[in-house]
């Protein structure tokens, strides 16, 4: 990694704090369970599998905060680069424009500059995983019937985040010297979210011949 590269992460350049898991807890183990499998350097492709025994729900709460928490980190290391005046619309080249659509102010898709998109995006994700109604921290919570889909919608957005860097931003992280991490990142995702069916594959089509390449 290079020394750049080095001072950004050192920096936690996240827009936001982290959301952590609780030592002690359940989601806390499956995280570290997770880590482990992916420090010991375990194939990608084995390493999101669902462990033997453990809850699906759980294992995916567990990857949609890490991949918010990494997604963010991310992003916020171009986020100097990606502005109203570079960005004025969130795409991801000439096919693909993204718009935005909440519960509150933006109840049409609206189009945004892609640091406005990516801010309300993080906020709406941290709002997500911090209600208990839909993320519950306490061992023997359920989880409400709409989790997956909560979970689905999160994680098809941050799939955007990688559009966008990658289509727009690739030389700042090539600069960066922050390729392989990326890269790593964007791997780890890909075969998660395909392992279990959580993105649309209309959602992934800006990045098919990347991803054909990079994953096999």
């Known amino acids: 990694m290079s020394l750049a590269l080095k001072q950004v992460f050192n920096k936690d350049r996240t827009f936001r704090p982290k959301r952590k898991f ?3 807890t359940q989601r806390f183990e499956l995280h570290k369970k997770a880590q482990a499998s992916l420090n010991a350097g375990l194939d990608l492709k084995q390493a999101v599998q669902l462990p033997h025994g453990e809850d699906l729900n759980d294992w995916v709460a567990v990857h949609v905060v890490d991949f918010f928490n990494r997604i963010n980190l991310i992003y916020g290391t171009i986020s100097d680069s990606c502005t109203d005046q570079t960005c004025p619309v969130m795409s991801g080249g000439p096919k693909y424009e993204y718009r935005w659509q909440d519960e509150h102010k933006y109840k049409r898709p609206t189009a945004l500059s892609a640091p406005k998109y990516m801010s309300l995006l993080m906020d709406w994700i941290e709002v997500q995983i911090n209600n208990e109604n839909i993320f519950p921290t306490n061992v023997g919570t359920p989880f409400p019937k709409t989790f997956m889909q909560v979970a689905k919608k999160i994680l098809s957005r941050l799939f955007r985040v990688f559009v966008h860097v990658y289509i727009h931003h690739f030389d ?3 600069q960066m010297g922050a390729e392989a991490h990326v890269n790593t990142c964007y791997k780890h995702f890909y075969y998660f979210v395909t ?3 959580l993105t649309d594959h ?7 011949e990347m991803t054909s390449r990079m994953c096999h």
Do not use: A, D, I, Q
Request: glycine letters at 6%; aromatic letters at 6%; zero cysteines.
């Open 195 to 197: 392992e279990f069916n």
């Open 202 to 208: 209309k959602e992934l089509e800006p990045l098919k």
């Open 22 to 24: 609780e030592p002690g």
């Open 172 to 174: 700042r992280v090539s």
